[in-house]
């Protein structure tokens, strides 16, 4: 039996089972990861001991009669933008690159109580900003599919890992579509969930009021089981939302019918004939299953760009004001006095993207501009949570493609940022207005390059978009090996 | 010379009394070894979040409501963005556009009157941490960061430097009251930064204002005040022109220096908290607080001035600290006499408190022994003069006055044949001083009543003793 093919629910199976043991998993998955890294260059830090601890815990509880957690022996890829204690944490930034943190995220403490095995923290774009992989310290990443492109991103290293078999399951996180366009990318499954539905400690923010940590991985059902597992309110978390979680691997169960809107703002210029023809397939047969289709509006969704990218640097340009050299990261030591070590330490630790938005971020907080970018874009995140309000006063949930195109080529829009923003158009409107939504497969283009479908759902229904991706996958029949 | 108008605004910070910081579960005490209360939320780690501390938002409505201010049922954070090394998040987790309360009234007395400074935001935010420079580094402590301020802004209504003296005494005053600070200003529990300008009288608009900072006592907010009041009047008597700027006092010089100007002073950048919801408070939350508030201090001077009768300076000095306030209220409740009770409390009792720097509570006089000292007075068992020793004894002993008298003897004598007889004695071994007080030297009555008071050990009831003394005299 091949480890790489298996399924999170087939690989506790086996150890519960007692097919094999939870190290023999941690070390097959471990070698493999760094034999397969120097091509791949997806993981940044590798979690030997973690994945030895986990091993060790879950012989004990088996040995013991104990149940073993849902996610035992069942390796995962943890985005370098997440808490690991004792593990080093860069955000794939030069500032971070020795970065050792003292604590943990709430869901790393998540995945080892279900005795989850991390392997490695995934490379990304630095600090999440950028849909390519292509700006991190630590090197670009390829597409697992054909090295000539990108993965997508910034969880780029999450997808790539999880697309090559180096793990079933990755955490990425999103905060303009940033699991969904990088799972869409290379062909796997990717969860962006309700603003609330996973708690942020840990993660290190770029966009506050955006971010969620997502599940990904090659199947909706191995998404749902992570998902249920770091889908919980945590009071450490201010804007973690307290509400009674459903069971998410129940919510697969069945066929339900649902009303479907498919906004025709999403379907017209700019897209690739290719996605197009995918998805329309994919309507299709959504609507063999008995589902209701409906063509529906979503009016502002050109204004969604520039508020989310202006919202999203303004918070950004303030979260990143913590990476100042004085107490952790890197610091320049060609300074003379106070300014100079900030200057210096900030110019040297941030890549170039970073440092293009930390600058537009000020700028759009600055006096004198506030009113005109940062509170008029505000307001145009409130008329697009009231488009949506509207859309989902009708239909339960919205089909839409992921992105514009399948992967670009790597250096394709380096050079060109906002082309690079524009490909984000699908997916940031269900980020400003805190919705969840899922990229699942639904097709490849002639080049053989994925091809990804996203369902949004109403908010916190995350139970509603498993049943649909659940049976759309079935139907599609999608399968990366084909 | 022009007359001018003062016109100064204070902005005042206060330290809340919470056992943890505002945003994270950390000890609210800094003064523990350097960065030992602090965690990966107030040492600004990646990835870490705040959580508001319900307790310190239920102190700033304390005093909110009790000085009549307007609670914003819903309030936002904001960040204030600046880079400082103390300032571990490079933003301040502050208050801005929705702060958590607005106006409110306090009101101070001076020797004019009373006035009422009208009050304009008042919001919570966070402390910064501390840094100090040793010969060869530069070092930070971050236990303070993260200790729950309350902002306070007065509008610019304040006229004198004195005023803003009296101001910033009140607001010392009521915190403690509250308590919900320890008000103090010389360890930073209180700061305090002021804006200055002047305009010449019946001018409209306001001139060009300075703000002041590093001023560390309320004494030094005052002289800082003083000194940049006539600094701006000598400009502009001298044809010049104030600047806009930031001026730091210089305790050791008495004087004030340009820290900053205007073009230097930081864009802060302000923008919603995303990390924390809106704050909600229900109706019924308040109404909880506002039961528990308790009497302020000038509801307090006003009351005793009614209900006692006693001189509205009295009432100040003692309605200085609720204890003593409280000890005033229970002697005089025990002995009847407010005034007497006003007049020991604010002697004696202040003098042995002063010396032995207790506070009221801790005080080895009961108000019940203070009042049975005043009965007795009162009722000529004993008399004042003696009673001054007998309180040193009290506060030295914790005895009653009843048990010192006792013990020692000190009655007032008030028997006439026992103090007819110390007369005889004394007219009769001062026969020198007896013939020249008939030759016209009546001033020698005060003398022999000395005389008469040593040979009874003081115990002599005065009156009996000038009236006896009178009688035999004019008997000769
Ligand atoms: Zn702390």
């Given at each position: ?356 938005r930390i600058m537009l971020g000020t700028y759009s907080l600055s006096t004198g501009y506030y009113d005109e970018y940062y509170l008029k874009a505000a307001k145009v995140r ?101 | ?348 009792i202040m003098k042995i408190m002063k010396d032995a720097k207790t506070a009221p509570e801790e005080l080895n006089i009961p108000p019940r022994n203070l009042a049975e000292l ?103």
């Amino acid at each position: 039996m091949e480890f790489e093919s298996m399924s999170a629910a087939q690989i506790r199976a086996s150890i519960i089972k007692g097919e094999f043991t939870a190290s023999d998993i941690a070390e097959y998955f471990l070698k493999q990861a760094k034999a397969e890294n120097s091509r791949l260059n997806c993981i940044i830090s590798f979690g030997d001991s973690y994945a030895a601890r986990a091993a060790e815990n879950i012989s004990q509880k088996i040995a013991a009669g104990l149940a073993p957690g849902k996610l035992a022996g069942v390796p995962i890829v943890i985005k370098d933008n997440l808490i690991t204690k004792d593990l080093r944490t860069t955000c794939a930034s030069h500032i971070l690159e020795d970065f050792i943190p003292p604590y943990n995220a709430t869901v790393i403490e998540s995945l080892l109580k279900q005795d989850a095995i991390i392997i490695g923290k995934a490379n990304m774009d630095e600090f999440g900003m950028g849909s390519s992989n292509e700006h991190s310290y630590f090197g670009r990443v390829p597409n697992p599919i054909d090295p000539e492109y990108v993965p997508g991103g910034s969880s780029g290293g999450s997808a790539c890992a999880v697309a090559s078999g180096l793990a079933p399951l990755a955490l990425g996180s999103d905060t303009g579509g940033s699991v969904r366009q990088p799972a869409s990318f290379c062909g796997i499954v990717g969860l962006k969930p309700s603003y609330g539905a996973v708690s942020r400690y840990g993660l290190v923010a770029f966009g506050s009021s955006f971010d969620q940590i997502g599940p990904m991985a090659r199947t909706v059902e191995d998404c749902a089981i992570l998902f249920s597992v770091i889908c919980k309110h945590d009071p450490r978390d201010s804007t973690s939302a307290n509400y009674v979680r459903p069971d998410y691997l129940e919510a697969l169960k069945g066929r339900k019918k649902f009303s479907i809107g498919i906004p025709r703002e999403y379907m017209a210029e700019g897209i690739d004939g290719e996605v197009l023809k995918a998805v329309q397939d994919a309507i299709e047969k959504a609507e063999g299953q008995g589902h209701e289709i409906t063509e529906i509006s979503l009016p502002h969704t050109k204004q969604s760009i520039a508020a989310y990218y202006t919202i999203a640097n303004s918070e950004a340009s303030s979260n990143l004001s913590r990476f100042d050299g004085v107490r952790y990261g890197y610091r320049s030591t060609a300074i003379d006095d106070l300014a100079e070590m900030y200057i210096r330490t900030r110019s040297a630790g941030f890549g170039a993207e970073v440092k293009r938005r930390i600058m537009l971020g000020t700028y759009s907080l600055s006096t004198g501009y506030y009113d005109e970018y940062y509170l008029k874009a505000a307001k145009v995140r409130e008329i697009i949570r009231d488009d949506f309000d509207k859309a989902f006063n009708e239909v339960d949930l919205i089909i839409t493609p992921t992105s514009p195109t399948t992967a670009f080529k790597l250096g394709e829009k380096i050079d060109n940022p906002l082309g690079m923003y524009l490909s984000d158009i699908y997916t940031v409107s269900a980020s400003l207005a805190g919705l969840p939504a899922i990229s699942i497969p639904c097709g490849k283009d002639n080049k053989g390059l994925p091809i990804g479908l996203q369902i949004i759902g109403k908010m916190f229904r995350e139970d509603e978009i498993l049943n649909l991706a659940y049976n759309l996958e079935r139907e599609i029949g999608y399968n990366l090996k084909q | 010379m022009n007359e001018y108008e003062i016109i100064i605004g204070l902005e005042i910070h206060v330290q809340l009394q919470t056992e943890t910081k505002i945003f994270c579960g950390c000890k609210n005490d800094y003064e523990a070894g350097p960065n030992t209360n602090s965690c990966p939320v107030c040492l600004g780690m990646p990835g870490a979040l705040p959580v508001l501390n319900r307790k310190a938002v239920e102190l700033a409505c304390r005093f909110i409501l009790a000085v009549g201010g307007e609670i914003n049922t819903r309030s936002i954070f904001a960040r204030k963005n600046y880079f400082y090394p103390d300032l571990p998040k490079g933003y301040q987790i502050s208050q801005h556009e929705r702060p958590l309360g607005k106006g409110g009234v306090i009101r101070i007395e001076s020797g004019e009157g009373n006035s009422e400074i009208m009050l304009q935001g008042i919001h919570l935010e966070e402390d910064a941490g501390k840094s100090f420079h040793l010969a060869d580094s530069s070092n930070i402590d971050f236990n303070r960061c993260g200790t729950p301020l309350l902002e306070i802004v007065t509008m610019p209504v304040i006229r004198s430097a004195q005023e803003a003296y009296l101001f910033l005494h009140r607001i010392r005053q009521i915190v403690q009251y509250l308590e919900i600070s320890s008000g103090d200003m010389e360890k930073g529990a209180l700061r305090c930064d002021a804006n200055v300008s002047l305009r010449r009288e019946g001018q409209h608009e306001y001139g060009i204002r300075t703000e002041l900072k590093n001023m560390n006592s309320i004494r030094g907010v005052e002289k800082a005040l003083s000194y940049e009041i006539e600094r701006q009047i000598s400009l502009l008597e001298q044809g010049g022109f104030v600047l806009q700027e930031t001026r730091l006092w210089d305790e050791s010089k008495g004087r004030t220096a340009t820290m900053r100007t205007k073009e230097e002073s930081p864009d802060y950048r302000y923008f919603p908290e995303p990390d924390l919801q809106p704050l909600e408070l229900s109706g019924a939350w308040l109404e909880d607080i506002m039961q528990g508030l308790p009497e302020l201090p000038h509801q307090k001077i006003d009351r005793f001035v009614r209900e006692y009768q006693i001189p509205p300076y009295d009432a100040g000095v003692l309605t200085s600290t609720r204890q003593l306030a409280d000890y005033f209220e229970e002697t005089a409740g025990l002995c009847g006499k407010p005034k007497q009770a006003s007049n020991w409390i604010m002697t004696e009792i202040m003098k042995i408190m002063k010396d032995a720097k207790t506070a009221p509570e801790e005080l080895n006089i009961p108000p019940r022994n203070l009042a049975e000292l005043i009965n007795s007075i009162e009722n000529g068992t004993i008399s004042g003069k003696i009673a001054k020793d007998i309180v040193v004894e009290m506060a030295a002993s914790g005895k009653t006055p009843g048990e010192i008298i006792g013990a020692r003897g000190l009655e007032q004598i008030t028997d006439k044949k026992v103090i007819e007889q110390a007369v005889e004695q004394v007219l009769s071994e001062n026969a020198e001083n007896l013939k020249r007080y008939f030759d016209g030297q009546q001033q020698l009555f005060g003398y022999f009543v000395g005389q008469v008071m040593m040979k009874t050990e003081g115990k002599a009831n005065p009156h009996l003793v000038n009236k006896i003394l009178k009688d035999k005299l004019n008997g000769r």
